[in-house]
């Protein structure tokens, strides 16, 4: 038995928005038979470098053939190409304004394709008015199209050349060291970022966090845990999570809450080797 | 390829509430073959009136077959028919209290049944306890009949005589002239009327926006646009929408916060020829 | 026609959070024809209280089979037991804390099975990363399993004997007289108890509410209603609800902003015969 790959929407429409809703119709009436989940409306308004992490947070641990439909497009019916990425098995689908270049980057480029709108028309709901939702008269129509099984070169043209690289704080792995900066804080007031296993590897030799010590801005965070039940209550402490990243958590509280930073941009943590 | 009508739910339960989940279970429970999705679940609390538009903004955008279930009824349990509206080849479940009042008055209305509750118990989830939750016992079941092909005569009784209209305030449509109040504020502070391009045609001769321009309490907001991309920064604009209504937008801020009404209602745009 | 069982899933990751989409993609993925739904994301972070409280809530009124997949967890990744429990015909999949000791309080324990990681592969998206979300990667997988018709027995070993039991507030039933403490306030402020009619048919002899009244810390809340209409405008009322429960109404207003509690907790509720 395999699992079966599902469409996955991510946006910065808001939950509470109809916007939403509209997407999800538009994708569900297009692929009726492929299981259709949204993954987050909840990325900051035009936050791309958020939903650029979470995309490639997530995406190692979705099926094969997953769709990705991703929609946070500050340009939105500007002069720009609308895609669909193949990166390392998965599919993208969104604008070219740097939402998928954390995922091309670490995964690998197998194709692009710019979507050409005469192809996707029967995939739509309905004639569209007006240029200011493409989530819903282009993107969602392209990704129920590639769900299906239509090749992306089928509703599109290869374009792969010069796509959008975002601007992200690259993570600094030295011998034995590391450092990175926050990249999303989670409802529960977790800290993530973008450092991962392999990072740690590369500096340390090996993932082994028992020889690592993280620190915030001089805040000594102690060795590396790997479950929530070895951080000790009321004190934040930095966890190899369930992503494969580092994370700050502050058991029995909010590690936002600790930290209060004027923006998440201002943490950043240092891993060492244990003197 | 014909896209597949879906079951969309709009209630003013909010997102966050567990009746949300549980109408959603009643639908599926009952129609598990045919795509339900949340249009939305943040009708503000008794907000008929933002129910009536949202529903009137999206119906043309679904595919035909299509089945609204909406419930903002602060009446519930009264004395009130319940029904399924056809209007124009899209379907309607839920309260006689005006919530269908302007998709009706713009659609045209094919037929209103009301729900006979004999006759939904097959699709119910459950023998219903109390009167205090109908989106559960009547009108998840009523939509999810009619999704399935059931005919609403079958499930209810021709009652299309004197039913609510909402009293919303009218589009005001005189030669090279348009006035409207804001009816809705969507997530990122977007302003949005029930002004459309046919009232536009009306006043103006055509659609033709270049020659137009806006106004809101006296402050010009200059032609009216088609594109994000052609409203300036910093500064509100009007724009004809992807649902082919006019909307407030303020790039890179929210035109709710520029403008900061009281209320929603206490804006009014006004569109004239250009001098 | 019987309704079909659904796979409903309660957490406390909030909405605005990726969890909930991903633990829905881990059990969209391994349970593709089943419907899955959202039933709540919104319990308060680690408030196993409420969580317990609205599964015991809302489960009669789901379809035979229907699988809840119930995740707050605050000892997450700890050493205690990964279940699927059997109360009464529905299935619960989460972690022994207390999570369903109200369900199986009152519809009596059906079975309880220890989930075993091992036999869950073949129904996980990825294999897994850490020990910090083990919704993603034990129990939608299980969840999803158990919804597709696999025993319990099958994928975990039987483990009945001392399942964690949840402290909550007792219903207090004497002759003539029901005590109980709210247990969780809805999104339009009303204000839920565990006493249902059961406890007042034993302590009244019947649940007829027109002969028993209701009082809050003293203030008389009149006759116990059956429908919202028969509450009066602009004062808190009791009421038996949708779910054969006490509730607190305040119609034309909040209930939870009228008694404006510290806690949810310090609201009493007693019912007594009327004099």
Chains 1, 2, 3 share one sequence.
């Not at 050409?116 to 029967?122: A, G, L, S, T, Y």
């Not at 740690?200 to 845990?225: C, H, P, Q, T, Y």
């Not at 930290?259 to 941009?265: A, V």
């Not at 950043?268 to 080797?273: F, K, L, P, V």
Request: proline residues 7%.
């Amino acid at each position: 038995m395999q699992n079966k790959p599902v469409i996955a929407i991510l946006t910065d429409f808001g939950f509470d928005s109809f916007y939403a809703g509209v997407i999800k119709a538009a994708v569900c009436s297009a692929a009726p038979e492929v299981p259709v989940v949204d993954l987050s409306h909840s990325i900051p308004p035009h936050a791309i470098d958020q939903g650029s992490f979470l995309l490639d947070t997530v995406c190692d641990f979705f099926p094969a053939g997953t769709v990705f439909l991703a929609v946070v497009d500050p340009g939105v019916g500007g002069n720009r190409r609308n895609l669909v990425v193949d990166a390392g098995g998965a599919l993208f689908v969104g604008p070219d304004n740097g939402l998928f270049s954390e995922v091309v980057a670490r995964r690998g480029l197998v194709s692009a394709h710019e979507i050409d709108e005469q192809k996707i028309v029967p995939f739509r709901m309905a004639p569209p008015v007006g240029r200011t939702f493409l989530g819903r008269d282009v993107f969602a129509p392209a990704a129920a199209a590639v769900a299906r099984g239509v090749s992306p070169g089928d509703i599109g043209v290869e374009s792969s050349a010069d796509l959008i690289t975002l601007q992200v704080p690259d993570v600094d792995v030295q011998p034995c060291f590391v450092r990175g900066v926050a990249r999303h804080a989670d409802s529960f007031g977790n800290i993530l970022f973008a450092i991962h296993g392999a990072h740690l590897d590369r500096a340390f030799g090996s993932s082994e966090s028992s020889g690592i010590s993280a620190s915030v801005s001089g805040r000594d965070l102690g060795s590396v845990k790997r479950y929530y039940a070895e951080c000790p209550q009321g004190t934040p402490a930095a966890l190899m999570n369930s992503w494969g990243r580092l994370e700050i958590v502050f058991p029995g509280g909010s590690a936002m809450a600790f930290f209060s930073p004027d923006e998440l941009s201002k943490i950043t943590i240092e891993i060492r080797s244990k003197k």
